[in-house]
Every structure is written in C-alpha cells, then in structure tokens.
C-alpha cells in the first residue's frame, strides 16, 4: 500500500506519520512544487510537479500514481481539494482512493460565503457575515452588529489579508480595495480546534479531539490544550453527519457564553493536527484502516484532557541544486 501527500509544503510531521504507520507495508510518495518544501525530503520518494493551477498538472499525478502503485492520494492544501475531488473517478480508474471530502464540500468550504449561507440555513451559531456593504451600514444602524468587523477575501485560508475594522469608512476602503470582500462579525471568545475524522466505509465521524487554542500564528494554533465536552462533540457529530463530510477535517470553534459558534472548516489536516497525534488520535492509522476495507471504531474522547501543545522551530538544510 503507498499513499501520495500532495503539496506537502513544510508538513514533515504528516509525511512522518504516514511513514510510521506503513513501516513494512508500504512507501509514502510526497509531491510539492517547490524543491524546497521540506517535507518532500521526509517521505521515501518525493516528486517535483508543476503548480496545480498548470496545465498537465493531473497527468503528472495519474504518472506518479501508477508508476509508485499508488493506494490513497489526499492534498494538503485546500484549493487541491476540490481538484482531487472533481478527479476522483479518473482516480478511481487507477485503483486509487481520494482520502477527502465531495467536491461540492470542498468548494463549499473554500468559499466562507456560502459556508455562512449553509450554516445559517441549517441552523448552526456562526459569525454574522455580509457581502453586501449597504446591507451591512444597515444592520449596524438596527444595533444588529456592531463594531469592530472582520474584512476578509471571501475565498482564502492561512489569515490572508484579514482586516479589523472599526468604522464604517474603513470598511468601505477595505471592501473596495479587494475582490470579493466579505464582512464578518467579531466573535470574542475562545477559539477551539477540532480535528476529526469521518471514516470512509462507515461515513460515520470515529475520532473527534478538540482543543482551546492558546496562542496563534499565521492562521494556525501555535499553543493549545486538550479538553472534552459532551455537548460539542454532539455539536460536531449533527455537523459532520448533516453535512456529509468524509476523511480529515479541521474545524474552527467559537465558545461564546457558552454556546459553541462554528467558525470555518478545512477538510484537511490542519496545521495543529499533531497535537491531536501526540494525545493518541492517530487518523493516519485510521485512513490505512480503511483502504485495506476495514471500518473504524469511534473512539471520541479516547484522549488525555490538559495536554499543553507547543510549537517550535526545526529546519533542513539542503544544497542549491540538489532535488534529493
């Protein structure tokens, strides 16, 4: 059994786990475009391909596929997601396995616009959000929101070009100085990460850890601790199960006076997976598990509560010229 990590970027660890729990089974394969995305260098072979947006990127990754034999593919970077997905019966033809989420919940979730309708249709606490600015002015005015705002692209991840805004004239600049703006209301209160996985057979959520985060950085948790509430896993499960997600997924939590506000969901592992990893929710072994056609058990809450994640520096070293 070999799996291809796609866009690996600097994700060593997940490249390292995949490793781990393949030892004498099988070779995980990691693709970037980058000759310096380190965690190429951390897998058994490694392969530098185009950028997903050129074109003849999917041949590149239907080559890799069959010459490695591949078993599974997933991508580490969201807009690949929804590239995996729209492909996933040319991969099926290959015998191979995307370890994701439909296409729909991809793009769904990559466009935090109709991520808001969703979650507002289905009756789910989120951030009130805007696209339309005079819609907004007016709702200030009614003392529906207030400030300060959130500006963001409607479509982005990692924080990018995320503005607070205290005023109505520093909205408007904002807005009309990108594409696609949305407005978001500030929610103030402790942000949450779940990391969970939907087993691919059984389509039923078998692992949920969750953690406050402590402290932040581009986007990712930097610092966080373990914990477990009954109510939020029950929130998480109505989610996942509503929405029809399968595999890895990150999701973003608000805990507001007590009412839990889903925030955003990545359907990827996130960049603080590992500290779930640490705490015993290994979801790498969960994912072979089911290429191999066995179903998982769920074991949510099988984690030790106030286990202190924190973050710090490696590095790699290479010479300019080498591609192994």
Known sequence: MNIVIASCGTRNKIVAYFKKVLAGKGRVVATDCSPNAPALYEADHHYIVPRITEPGYMEVLYDICRKEEITGVLSLIDPELSLLAQHEEQFRALGVTVIGSSWEWCERTLDKWQMYQWLTEHGYPCARSYMDVEAFVKDVQAGLIS??????????????????????????????????????????????????????????????????????????????VSFQDEKLFALIRRFITEAGFLGQIDIDIFDIDGTYYISEVNPRFGGGYPHAYACGADHMSMIVNNLEGRENPDVTGSYEEGVIMMKYSEIMLRRDGENG
Request: aromatic share 8%.
């Open 147 to 224: 400030y300060p705002v959130f500006v963001k692209p409607s479509r982005g991840s990692a924080s990018i070009a995320i503005s607070t805004a205290y005023d109505e004239e520093t909205v408007r600049l904002l807005v009309s100085h990108g594409e696609e703006m949305m407005i978001q209301e500030f929610l103030d209160g402790q942000e949450i990460g779940a990391d969970c996985y939907i087993d691919l057979i059984s389509k039923k959520p078998v692992s949920i850890f969750t953690k406050k985060k402590l402290v932040m950085r581009a986007g990712e948790t930097d610092k966080g």
